[in-house]
Structure formats: C-alpha cells, structure tokens
C-alpha cells in the first residue's frame, strides 16, 4: 500500500509545528518525525488503530499520537491509505 498525505495534513502539520517551535524547535521537529514515523507504518497495519469517530465507515481510522487525532482512509482497491489531516481530540474534523 502507499501513503498519500493530503494537503490538509502538511497544513496542519506546519502550524502544530510552529505552536510547539514557540516553545522549542528541537520538540517540534521530534513531533514532526515521530509522527511522520506512525504515519508510515500504517502500511504494515493499516486497521491497528479505531474505526474514525469522524466517519461511520470501517475503512475510515483515527491516529491517535500525542492528544491529536489523524484521520485516515484505507482504499483497498487503489492500495493507498489517505491521511486526511490532523485535529485536536476531540475537536471536529
């Protein structure tokens, strides 16, 4: 399977990053490459982590890395996992 990061992740990305640079730049790239890490996994276990509360669909899963929930969809037949942003918990996607 591959990977395809929609561009409302790599958004979401650049300003949780730039929250946790305010405090330190050394905290927000770990946070980048441990979540980027998880992220890439998903092709080894791509239905490890819940259904989405976000979606009402089985192939829809939610991340859940350091309080923020990652959203993502599994298509079998295009053999890719769409990572669909990232949120908040408990926030609305």
Known sequence: MEI???DRYYL????IMDFI???SLERAKQFQEEL????DDLVFFPY???QS???ER???R???FKGYVVPYEIDKKKQTISVLGITKYREKF
Request: hydrophobic share 40%; charged share 50%; aromatic share 16%.
């Open 36 to 39: 980027d890490d998880k992220v």
């Open 21 to 23: 640079a305010r405090d």
């Open 48 to 50: 490890k982590f819940r």
């Open 4 to 6: 395809v990061r929609d």
């Open 58 to 60: 089985d192939n829809f």
């Open 12 to 15: 979401d990305m650049l300003q």
């Open 62 to 64: 939610d991340l859940i």
């Open 53 to 55: 509360r976000y979606f």
